[in-house]
């Protein structure tokens, strides 16, 4: 089965997480299969931009906790993103969980529909926002991290704007997003390249200096005794033993 769904309409290749009945919860293959598509995006000359979206009500529920992938591995695929040379742009309508959060912060653009929800849910399970905090905290407002990243909220998509996680929101995703894939359009391959790399340079000290600790992180968090309880507590659908 097909994890990851290409269509391509005037140089621009969507790529949609297509496993709704995952909520294309980042599994092993998941997260193995865009890395191919986005290294043929990276090789393709007729690709000028990239698009991800998603199947169902949900943009991607943070990761598979029945088949996660490795940390390094998802290093790897938030870091595709940045680098490749091309714009990727998120496409979201529906809700974003966890990592989730990792793959829409590392697009360059990204736009969300009114219906749409985020949480960064880590905590409530026994983990932390580990690895996708490479591409999050460089491009989101401080203050509102420390409170989304401590307390597992959900909040919409005019909030998710506000504080930097989404460039737009809108009723209509798909009229915020005419513009911004015209413009892309009408921009020159190397102007495109080269502009993006100024934008991301940030992001990539931060893959740099980070990555290496931030994924020994998340693995000692994974395999703790209050991980297993919270994602036990979640798959069962009760609360953690912590909750008071």
């Known amino acids: 089965m097909t994890l990851i769904g290409r269509t391509r309409a005037r140089g621009v290749e969507t790529l949609s997480l ?5 909520r294309n919860a980042l599994s092993a293959a998941l997260v193995g299969e865009l890395a191919d598509a986005l290294t043929e995006c990276a090789k393709d000359g007729d690709v000028r931009a990239v698009i991800l979206t ?3 009500n949900t943009f991607c529920a943070g990761a598979d906790l029945r088949d996660p992938p490795h940390p390094d591995a998802l290093v790897h695929v938030l870091r595709q993103i940045v680098e490749l040379r091309k714009p990727v742009v998120a496409r979201v309508t529906g809700h974003v969980r966890a990592g989730g959060l990792g793959l829409l912060t590392a697009c ?12 960064f849910t880590e905590v409530r399970i026994g983990v932390a926002p580990a690895v996708i905090s490479l591409p999050v905290i460089p491009r989101a407002d401080p203050r509102a991290l420390a409170r989304y990243y401590l307390t597992g909220e959900r909040f919409d998509a005019a909030e998710a704007a506000r504080i930097g996680l989404v460039t737009a929101a809108g009723d209509d995703v798909d009229a915020v997003l005419a513009p911004i894939l015209d413009g892309l359009r009408r921009s020159s ?3 495109l390249a080269e502009t993006k790399q100024l934008l991301t340079a940030r992001v990539l000290e931060a893959f740099d200096r980070d990555a290496a600790d931030l994924t020994a992180l998340s693995a000692r968090l994974f395999s703790s005794a209050q991980a297993r309880e919270g994602m036990t ?10 909750v008071m």
């Open 18 to 22: 297509d496993s709704a009945d995952t």
């Open 54 to 56: 998603h199947s169902g």
């Open 108 to 119: 360059d653009i990204a736009a969300a529909s009114a219906a749409s929800s985020f949480a």
């Open 189 to 191: 391959p190397q102007g």
């Open 233 to 242: 507590a979640f798959l069962e659908r009760r609360d953690p033993s912590w």
